[in-house]
């Protein structure tokens, strides 16, 4: 089945995945493109967003591509940088502002009458941030929205349904901005909301049944959300045909291995736990460079994983749990040549399961969007609500080098700390939490004993991608009985500390 799908045009605005994400929380599928690669099959889309951007529609740089096969053809919904160019590639007028306005604003003028603005009235806030404005509207231009500083905050152009705003509806502080993606979406452009989680398992599947007939698949489970998904797809899919192996590089939570392997069997995954934690924790010994320690565990990830695809016969596909943030080509903020497609999987001198045919089932999907389809499989709840977890675990989390005691120590830590979030029911709140091991030894006293002992310091951030993170303000009460509770229990640990920066300039993990 064809879904209706609304095209985002990308001029670099920080935004233009929310919008994406906004779009598709309406249940319509989205896509984002470049500005400069707009797709030739403009026919399956039902609609256009022209997204924000960094630079000037004044400047040298300005991106400014041929939108000729659009306008007055597809509904538009411009926003911000995209509203300025439609307005100057209209033959409008663009110029640089006297006013900035950056942050809160308030359309003291609507149209009120529009269907645009149904159930959006004078004085809704809105997010803006720009300096350039729009001085005079194009020929057909009629003026839909102005705030105290800008005139021409919204305008359509009579007879098409070409919309424009110089303000963001995808951020949460524009406070209609929902009901105004609903509006243009759904009242004007007529889209139809057929994008659910429950469509996209059912389509998915059939798709993945027609690609895969009687191949076998191999599949590498991490314990985390997305490879999870993408095996219970697969699973639907295809049965016992796929393969999943989960490796134990012995830097995994504390039992964290035999957890989640139970918990997995009982999913009816066909999957294979491997512990490898003795062949990781030797090739480890003495190291204690961050890099190469991600060197390493990538290296013996990748011999350990060899092996294991080499013992099932014929086997065609590698799965991945690719994510649409992934694939999604990224404008370069100047609009320059550097737009790149991450890579995953290369060719020449690889692994011989990466030769393997790849097949990533959840490639069109946004973080929140591999929960809810989760959940629409019924997958158990605490498994698709998991904080992230690095891939080369506790050994970026024990600062410098590496030995066995101290993997155990730091897991007794982590352990307590995470179950202490859950039970106090703070887990949900923080979107990654763990402790880090310090290599310092600091003196203490216990009873009348002088210690000399290791160092913890507690992490709890949030975030929306890891991308910037802050840290959570946690209860007193709950640091202190959390420390207690850890200095108490866990030999070898006199102090704890808890960590409160931000990312930038830290960053989550202490390597
Ligand atoms: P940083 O420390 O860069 O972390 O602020 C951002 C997010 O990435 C995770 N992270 C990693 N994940 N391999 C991974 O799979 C790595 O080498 C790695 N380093 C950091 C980190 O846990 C956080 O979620």
């Known amino acids: ?100 306005e950056y942050g809160r604003a308030n359309l003291a003028y609507i149209k009120e009458e529009e269907d645009f603005f149904e159930n959006i009235h004078k004085g809704s806030q809105v997010w803006m941030s720009h300096s350039d404005t729009i001085k005079q509207l194009p020929e057909g231009g009629v003026l839909l929205a102005s705030t105290e500083d800008v005139e021409n905050a919204a305008f359509k152009i009579e007879n098409e349904q070409t919309y424009a705003i110089q303000f963001h509806p995808e951020v949460y502080h524009s406070t209609d901005g929902h009901q105004l993606l609903h509006n243009f979406l759904i009242k004007i452009a007529r889209v139809n909301q057929d994008w659910t989680p429950q469509s996209f398992v059912e389509e998915t599947v059939d798709d993945l049944k027609a690609k895969l007939g009687n191949d076998k698949v191999v599949l590498g489970l991490s314990g985390g959300v ?109 609009g320059g040549p550097s737009a790149t497609i991450k890579s995953h999987h290369n060719v020449g001198g690889l692994p011989d399961f990466m030769k393997l045919k790849v097949v990533e089932p959840l490639k069109s999907l946004f973080k929140d969007e591999v929960r809810r389809v989760g959940a629409s499989m019924n997958m158990d709840s605490q498994l698709l609500g998991r904080h992230p977890f690095p891939g080369p675990g506790l050994a970026i989390r024990i600062l410098g080098d590496l030995t066995r005691e101290k993997v155990r120590i730091l897991q007794e830590v982590d352990a307590i700390f995470i179950n202490n979030l859950k039970s106090w029911n703070l887990y949900d709140k ?68 808890y960590d409160i920066s931000s990312k930038p300039p830290a960053t989550i993990e202490w390597e």
Not at 62 to 89: T, W
């Open 226 to 334: 997305d490879s999870s998904v993408a095996a219970m797809l697969l699973h639907k899919a295809i049965g016992k045909n796929l393969y999943c192996i989960f490796v134990n590089n012995g830097l995994l939570r504390k039992n964290e291995f035999e957890d989640v392997l139970h918990q997995y069997e009982g999913m009816g995954l066909n999957v294979k736990g491997v512990d490898a934690s003795a062949r990781f924790l030797d090739a480890l010994a003495g190291k204690s460079e961050p890099e190469e320690k991600r060197k390493i565990i990538g290296r013996v990830f990748i011999e350990v994983f060899d092996d294991e695809a080499h013992s099932i016969q014929d086997v065609k596909w590698l799965a991945q749990g690719t994510i649409y943030p992934d694939v999604i080509e990224s404008v370069s903020a100047t």
């Open 1 to 100: 089945m064809q879904h209706n799908k609304v095209l985002i045009l990308d001029f670099g605005s920080q935004y233009t995945q929310l919008i994406a994400r906004r779009v598709r929380e309406l249940n319509i599928y989205s896509e984002i493109y470049p500005y400069n690669k707009i797709p030739d099959q403009l026919e399956s889309y039902n609609a256009v967003i022209l997204s924000g951007s960094p630079v000037s529609v004044r400047s040298d740089e300005a991106l400014h591509p041929d939108l000729s096969n659009i306008r007055g053809k597809k509904p538009i919904l411009a926003v911000c940088y995209g509203a300025q160019y439609l307005a100057h590639f209209s033959g409008g007028e663009v110029s640089e502002s006297n006013t900035r």
């Open 430 to 497: 923080v979107w990654q939490a763990g402790a880090m091991l310090l290599p310092v030894n600091s003196v203490g006293v216990m009873g009348d004993e002088r210690t000399y002992e290791k160092c913890v310091a507690l992490r709890a951030v949030e975030s929306t991608d890891g991308m910037t993170a802050d840290w959570v303000n946690l209860p007193y009460e709950f640091l202190q009985k959390t420390s207690n509770e850890i200095i108490n229990r866990v030999k070898g640990v006199n102090r704890v500390v």
